[in-house]
Each structure stands twice: as C-alpha cells, then as structure tokens.
C-alpha cells in the first residue's frame, strides 16, 4: 500500500535510501540541506521541500539520515523543528548514528506529542544503500515497527528489532566497535607481514580461509593492500561514531581500551587531514608507527 514519507537528510546514504523508497511507489517529500541534492529525487517524482516543517505537514512517516547527534536534535526539537507541526498518529525514523541518551530523550519528547519515534541506524555504507541491502538496528515500540517493517524491506535485508528507544542505536555502536578494533587488527596483520618481508597479499588470502577470516579483512584489507582509500565510510564519520561511543562509556563507567586506542588513531588521521578517507586509512597510522609511512 503506498504511503505518505518524508525523507529529510539526501547525503551519500540518504539520497539512495529516499530513492528507494519512491521507487517502491510511495509518495515522498524530500528535504536536503543542499537544494542539488534533491535534484534526481524529483525527476523520480518526489516533491521537494524548503524546510523540514514542509515535510511534517505532508507525510505520516518521517526519516531522518543525517551525521551527527546536534543534527538530528535541530531538526527534531529544534526552532524550525519538525515537532512545531507534527501531529498524533505521525512517527518519526531516525536512521542516523547518533548518542542513544539522546535518541531517548528525543523519543520522550515526541511521544509527549502523540508522535512515535524509532532509532534505525544502518551499515552496510553507500553499496548497502544503493542495493536496498542494508543492515538496520531498530530501536523503539513494537507497534511502531511493524508499522514501518515493511518501508525498512524497501531499503534493507537484515533488520532486527533490537528493543526500546536507544536499543538500535546502541547495536551500532557496537558496530562500530567491532569494525574499528577489526580495522586496527588487520592493519597490525598486514604491517607486520611486510616488515617480515613477507606478501601481505598472500598472507592476506591465507587468512581469509581460516578462523581470521572476515568481511574486514576481505574488503578493508584489500584496500590496504591496493592503498585504495576512496571513501566507503569516511574516517570523520568513523571518528565521530567512536566519540559517541567514549562518550557513553564515559557515562555509564566502561572500560573499552581497544575502542579508545582506534579512537586515537582516529584522531591522528584527523589532525593529519585525512578526514576524508575510508577508515581502512588506519593502517597509514600503525605504518607511520612502524617506520614505514609518510
């Protein structure tokens, strides 16, 4: 049954997951901070809007994919936020990765309002996105996600219902912990075989066969391998996830002393100017490290 959405945040993520779901035959109001960035949803049929406001008073659901937690609270609660005009029976999809304190607070707010919210942040980067084969970690009621289910089968193929408001958010962040500590062990791998004088690329195929095998190794390593560090997922946007992550084990008194190490790093890829770069790009720090880099 076509529905009525909005889409608000038309990024490298986004812009294909709002496409998605046009092409799935549902009607779409469509904003973008950067009015380009609209363009081929409305040769898809998607009507573009000048605010977020124009967006609430058009659909009945509303997602939201944008970078960071200040983001999202602006476009929610904020003075031109959406919250001014939204009504009940409305619902709100947060696809972004953001602070799951946050998301709780925000969901509390909206449900003063008759509104619902979920959290649904997603991996699976640009292909994912493109081949509606995302993975999507959902937080929030029951009710509500069975409501948007079905939307989440237009963008998705692996989508678990992961608990109450925050729940998704905090199954990225757990994402992210596992990529990033994965990340930072194939660097130290693949720098240590070519120390060794040994070819990192075979070594690289002997792993891949056995128990260290692993989509990072497959796909990060190869990056390393080929110095390849064309942004799939950016180094500022993994920077910024593993703040979130600090900044909640700060909270919550948890000690992830792999995470702050990658956190580290991350920093030093930033203060290097290499923001811009797939986080594979950790491999240039464990190499200046160990007297191999620039």
Known sequence: MAM??????????????????????????????????????IEAGAQACASVAEVATSAEIIFIMVSDTPDVENIVLGANGLIHRLRPGQAVVDMSTISPASTRRIAQELETRGVEMLDAPVSGGEVGAVNATLSIMVGGKDKAFQRVKPLFDVMGKNIVHVGNHGAGQVAKACNQIVAAVTIQAVSEALTFARRNGVDAAKVREALLGGFAGSKILEVH??????????????????????????????????????????????????????GELDSAAIVKVIERMSGMGQ
């Open 4 to 41: 009525k959405l909005g889409f608000i945040g038309l990024g490298i993520m986004g812009r294909p997951m709002a496409l998605n779901l046009r092409r799935a035959g549902h009607a779409l109001w469509v904003h973008g901070r950067r009015p380009v960035t609209m363009d081929v949803l």
């Open 221 to 274: 390593g190869k990056r390393m391998l080929d110095n390849d560090f064309k942004p799939g997922f950016k180094v500022k946007l993994h920077h910024k996830d593993l703040r979130i992550v600090i900044e909640d084990a700060h909270q919550l008194g948890i000690g992830l002393p792999g995470t702050a190490l990658v956190a580290q790093h991350l920093n030093a890829l930033m203060g290097s100017g290499d």
